[in-house]
């Protein structure tokens, strides 16, 4: 997945491209260009040097002529050809005037260069992209204007795209177009924008549009207007936007995850408020599905990617519990290819922060369109994922900047947790007292977290003593299994060391051969009910020469025994625990890749939202 910017009009062009790609890079950072282009000259550089393209872009941006009005931006995560310069993007067609970015696949891209290349097209590159600079450059030389010259590209090319294009011979437009990959449209007096994401020009745009699936927008620097595939007039969704500049960036922090990470209490009270009436009813303003449809539900399914997955799982232990529905949890890029059963009754909830994974954004599609009732449960308001859902809860966590994904956790916790209680109260499977304390607990974590965000030193000091390690296990039981299997993807993905999540008691059955002395075992141990059975294999793993790790509760004396280290968190009740438990192995997991000089909100290979398949 890449982003992708645009600008027409702008008497800053450059300095607008570049600041947009720096907010893009959460998206891919393996290389970065811009091409300006103005009557008759189109102007282009790129760099690919890894985490710090844009920054080298930049550098080489230095030298550019002045005076362009109008250019387009790529920052890339490479999926077709090696991450160098040369597949770098904007890419050109032959005659060196159209210049065209795009972050997608396009699947036929073999067959079509194919073609192009027989009536006498030379490809520079080896992307899949390349294609698209040579079709509009073939419609072109039949006399098509810019915007028909894309629809009709567009019209023989498989795959998921968010394009723009722009051609010297009509300078002051940009044609762009979606599908599948995100695309907004932002606008100010005078200047028009394009983007993969709102944030990218926050600052610039007065209003923001979303383009959907199919749709081709031609931007002038008046306005925009916008068509379907077959050339039918369309109108773009304005977005709401409920954040600031400032939320989009550091806010004095040393980088974003240490933001984020400290942003979840606020987070949490942000996901909870105002979502119970007076009279105790547990409500979602934004939920748009019936109490009656909720009410018969008969089977949930949640499709989710990642940390949402983790968060997930946690929920089926809740909704099970609390609303005695049962409940399945698929991996979503699993979930479209295994001929999944939708009967009356099944209600489908896609989990994702972002809204736009595109294996999470498939799933929920295929369990549409086999008859299935979808929620999106979804940070970003108006993401893809929200919109096509039949109904939406919002996490409201605010923007997740960082790679690694902290606080969105925490809020999707919260936030299935709530629903469970919903339907625990629509189907009268626990009494209004014990929602009602229920309730309550849930509003009290969001101070519990803070707690233990006060004992951050004590964290990373033992990531300190454990710095020699390269092997870690998580281990937990009961909702303590998602919690570990979230601490062991935070360790892995932020320090590259191997790290694996396990249910406790699963360590026997094969896992326990590879304990030795030197490895580590991190336990998460607060769950009263499950204590004595984690202890014992703890003793297990002790005996075999681990290290332990043992994240306990504070009243808890006896986990010293097994223990080599300690992360103390407040007690809380059982189905709360993942929300409070995770903060140490977050900043455990950071204070690691920290040690390691590992660049903590831009993990290798890695891109905040992905979206190819
Ligand atoms: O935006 P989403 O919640 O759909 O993203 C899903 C995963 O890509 C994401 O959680 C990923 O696993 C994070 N890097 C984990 O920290």
Redesign the pocket.
């Known amino acids: 997945m890449c982003g992708i910017i645009g600008v027409v009009g702008s008497s800053d062009t450059l300095a607008t491209l570049l600041q947009g790609l720096q907010r893009l890079e959460y998206r891919g950072y393996d290389s970065a260009g811009v091409a300006l282009v103005r009557p008759g000259q189109t102007w282009r550089a790129r760099t690919a040097v890894g985490t710090e393209s844009v920054a080298a872009l930049r550098a080489e941006c230095a030298s550019a002529p002045s005076g362009f009005r109008s250019g387009i931006g790529h920052t890339r995560w490479a999926t077709h050809g090696a991450p160098e310069a040369v597949n770098a993007h904007p890419l050109l067609d032959c005659s060196g005037n159209i210049a065209i970015i795009h972050n997608g696949i396009i699947e036929n891209h073999a067959e079509l260069q194919e073609q192009l290349e027989a009536k006498g097209h030379v490809f520079t590159s080896v992307t899949d992209s390349e294609v698209l600079a040579h079709l509009i450059e073939d419609s072109r030389i039949q006399g098509l204007e810019l915007m028909e010259a894309v629809r009709a590209s567009l019209l023989v090319v498989r795959g998921a795209f968010a394009i723009a294009a722009m051609d010297a011979n009509e300078p002051d437009v940009i044609v762009a177009a979606r599908r599948i990959s995100p695309l907004v449209v932002g606008t100010a007096p005078g200047v028009t924008y394009l983007a993969s994401d709102v944030p990218a020009i926050l600052d610039r745009a007065t209003a923001f549009y979303a383009v959907n699936d199919d749709e081709i927008v031609r931007l002038r620097p008046e306005g925009f207007r916008a068509i379907d595939l077959e050339g039918s007039p369309v109108r773009l969704h304005q977005l709401s936007i409920d954040w600031d500049l400032e939320t989009a960036e550091k806010g004095g922090y040393d980088d974003f995850m240490t933001k984020e990470i400290n942003e979840q209490p606020d987070a949490l009270r942000s996901t909870l408020m105002d979502r119970r009436h007076k009279d105790g009813t547990i409500t979602f303003d934004e939920l748009r599905i019936g109490d009656d449809e909720l009410r018969d539900v008969k089977r949930v399914v949640l499709v989710?990617?990642?940390?949402?997955h983790n968060a997930a799982q946690v929920a089926k232990y809740a909704l099970e519990r609390w609303a005695r529905i049962s409940v399945e949890v698929d991996i979503s890029s699993e979930y479209r290819y295994r001929d999944p059963i939708v009967e009356i009754g099944t209600l489908v909830i896609g989990?994702?922060?972002?809204?736009?994974?595109i294996d999470?954004i498939m799933a929920t599609r295929e369990a549409q369109y086999r008859g299935a009732h979808v929620i999106a449960v979804s940070n970003i308001v108006d993401s893809s994922l929200a919109r096509e859902a039949d109904a939406v809860i919002y996490t409201r966590a605010g923007l997740e900047v960082s790679?690694?994904?902290t606080k969105?956790f925490v809020a999707q916790v919260a936030a299935l947790e709530l629903l469970a209680l919903r339907l625990a109260q629509l189907r009268s499977t626990l009494s209004p007292s014990d929602i009602d304390a229920l309730f309550l607990g849930l509003n009290a974590v969001g101070s519990q977290v803070a707690t233990v965000l006060e004992r951050r030193d004590r964290f990373e000091a033992v990531a300190h003593e454990l710095k020699g390690a390269r092997d870690f296990f998580f281990i937990g039981r009961h909702v303590g299994f998602p919690t570990a299997l979230e601490g062991a993807?935070?360790l892995k993905?932020l320090s590259y060391l191997h790290a694996e999540g396990y249910p406790a008691g699963e360590l026997k059955h094969g896992p326990l051969a590879l304990i030795e002395p030197g490895v580590v075992v991190v336990a998460v141990a607060t769950d009263p009910a499950m204590h004595e059975k984690i202890l014992s294999n703890l003793a297990e793993v002790k005996a075999r020469g681990a290290t332990v790790v043992a994240v306990a509760t504070d009243d808890d004396e006896s986990i010293a025994a097994v223990a080599d280290y300690v992360l103390r968190v407040p007690a809380t009740e059982q189905m709360f625990t993942p929300m409070v438990d995770i903060v140490p192995l977050q900043i455990f997991a950071y204070a690691m890749a920290r040690i390691l000089g590992r660049n903590v909100d831009r993990p290798r290979n890695?891109a905040?939202?992905?979206t190819v398949e």
Do not use: F, I
């Open positions: 989710a990617a990642g940390t949402s989990v994702s922060q972002s809204g736009e994974t999470t790679v690694a994904s969105a993807l935070k993905e890695l905040k939202t992905v």
